[in-house]
Nanobody, 121 residues
């Protein structure tokens, strides 16, 4: 049974940094497509960053140059380094693991964590 647990969220001032972690248990992380997604109140869940099984990364235009997705296979953990945070980055951040690239971002498919809140003021 695959479980994902996010951590590292918090409240920061604009321009600050946070590093989110997503620890995966129950399977090996490098066999999955992994992604970070976020959802602000009243808005749909949106892609933040994705890392492919071969390490290729993809970012939303709104976070390019500020956020970095990475993973440590030895720790079975996915990371999101967030720099120069802006108030519009405020949201609940979720990580997803899926063995189907087509399922990335689709709620109800793959495996999801419960989220970690990021608030930027």
């Amino acid at each position: 049974h695959v479980q994902l647990v996010e951590s590292g969220g918090g409240s920061v001032q604009a321009g600050g940094s946070l590093r989110l972690s997503c620890t995966v248990s129950g399977d090996i992380i490098f066999t999955y497509f992994m992604g970070w997604f976020r959802q602000a109140p009243g808005k749909e869940r949106e892609k933040v960053a994705i890392i492919d099984t071969d390490g290729t990364t993809n970012y939303a235009d709104s976070v390019k140059g500020r956020f970095t997705i990475s993973q440590d296979n030895s720790k079975n953990t996915l990371y999101l380094q967030m720099n120069n945070l802006k108030p519009e980055d405020t949201a609940m951040y979720y990580c997803q693991a899926t063995q189907s690239v087509a399922a990335l971002g689709l709620v109800g498919l793959g495996f999801w964590g419960r989220g970690t809140q990021v608030t930027v003021s």
